[in-house]
């Protein structure tokens, strides 16, 4: 018996998951702790998707869950050159900062675990970064989406000036 093959025309993203971080916070109740957890995750497709989640639940199973469901809602389009990002650009969140630098072919992520897990679920293999202000998970990985949300490609730019930028 053969499987059934999907109808023409129609794809299904498949995005990756990844968890960035797992937080516990404990509550001090008459009996001792009481513990609850939190997830931060990255989605993407690795062709120019991505988007984060931040999930909270008294297990992290469901924490993990409900930081993918959300993350899933916040996806963007990132726009790409090749392997790597148009232009360098900085992104801020709260009191981070994440600088993204276009690097040559070959070079790889060079980035710390919750911006490299952004980078690389965007799709982008080649890049240099430099973290500035406070080195929270959180606020690192919105800080390097803000990034991303700022770039623009040599076709944006033509349309928005109205020119045609020669090669």
Do not use: W
């Amino acid at each position: 018996m053969m499987p059934e093959s999907p109808a023409v025309g129609t794809q299904e993203k498949v995005f990756e998951e990844n968890v960035v971080r797992v937080y516990r916070c404990a509550t001090v109740v008459k009996g001792g702790q009481r513990f609850s957890f939190a997830a931060l995750v990255v989605v993407g497709d690795r062709h120019g998707q991505v988007g984060m989640g931040y999930g909270k639940a008294n297990e992290v199973p469901t924490a993990v869950e409900k930081a993918i469901k959300l993350a899933h809602r916040n996806i963007t389009k990132v726009h790409l050159k090749g392997t790597t990002i148009p232009h360098q650009v900085r992104g801020r969140y709260g009191a981070s900062q994440v600088v993204l630098v276009p690097a040559s072919a070959g070079t790889g992520v060079i980035a710390g675990t919750s911006v490299r897990a952004v980078l690389e679920l965007a799709g982008i293999h080649d890049v240099l970064t430099k973290s500035f202000g406070s080195s929270s998970p959180k606020n690192l990985v919105r800080a390097a989406l803000e990034g991303l949300k700022l770039l623009v490609n040599r076709e944006e730019v033509e349309r928005l000036r109205g020119v045609s930028l020669g090669v």
